[in-house]
């Protein structure tokens, strides 16, 4: 199966973490992605949220990113480079 991911951060207000999270997660049940990975950190001024996404096609990942972008307490989100692994870095990993 060919799989398309994309990893976005955001920043979510202090008001209510838990609930404007859940939200998230609700978005990307809906749109039927996939999970690859979700990382929070707290500070002082919110939460900040890594998450990565997985779907056959670019579409819902891009739908997914212009919800988010509509929840309350959300701030900016943004999409993260997508790494590259050089064959010269996976032969070095692999020895």
Do not use: W
């Amino acid at each position: 199966m060919n799989t398309t991911q994309k990893s976005y951060r955001f920043c979510i207000e202090p008001d209510d973490p838990i609930a404007t999270l859940e939200a998230v997660l609700a978005i990307v049940r809906r749109l039927g992605l996939e999970l690859r990975s979700l990382r929070t950190t707290t500070h002082p001024q919110g939460v900040d949220v890594q998450i990565r996404l997985a779907a056959e096609d670019e579409d819902p990942l891009t739908l997914c990113r212009m919800r988010l972008n509509n929840v309350v307490g959300i701030l900016a989100v943004r999409e993260m480079p997508t790494l590259v692994a050089s064959p010269e870095r996976l032969a070095a990993g692999r020895a």
